[in-house]
């Protein structure tokens, strides 16, 4: 099984984003790059971003080169987001994870954000 934020896994998050029709409608018409990093990884900061581009979504591993939108937290927090333990917007509003561009467009693209979450937390994934 792929360790959660590994190469592995995220091509596992890249084929459950493409598979999945909630993410594709939500997609439509958006063109966006939503990165998410996270810090106290025990190789240390680790991240991958999000390409939306009308209809299509990819997950790419790494820092993006220019973000929309960037979320920086603890690992431990992504674990927990990712288990379902708490939800992105907790994670934001109790200030464990914090926004760096756009951040309105979390409020306005949450549609969106909740799909490519659902299709994420669907990717097999040891931690």
């Known amino acids: ?35 998410q990093v996270a810090v106290g990884h025990p190789d240390g900061e680790v991240a991958y971003h999000l390409i939306v581009d009308d209809g299509t979504v990819h997950a790419v591993t790494g820092r993006a080169e220019a973000p929309t939108v960037s979320i920086t937290g603890p690992w431990e927090t992504y674990i927990r987001i990712n288990k379902g333990e708490i939800s992105p917007p907790i994670a934001l509003m109790s200030g464990k994870a914090r926004v760096k561009g756009e951040r309105l467009l979390l409020i306005r693209q949450q549609a969106l954000f909740s799909a490519i979450h659902q299709a994420t937390m669907a990717a097999p994934v040891d931690y």
């Open 1 to 35: 099984m792929a360790t959660f934020f590994s190469a592995e896994w995220i091509a596992g998050v890249d084929a459950a984003v493409q598979a999945s029709p909630e993410v594709a409608a939500a997609a439509q018409g958006k063109n966006l790059v939503f990165e």
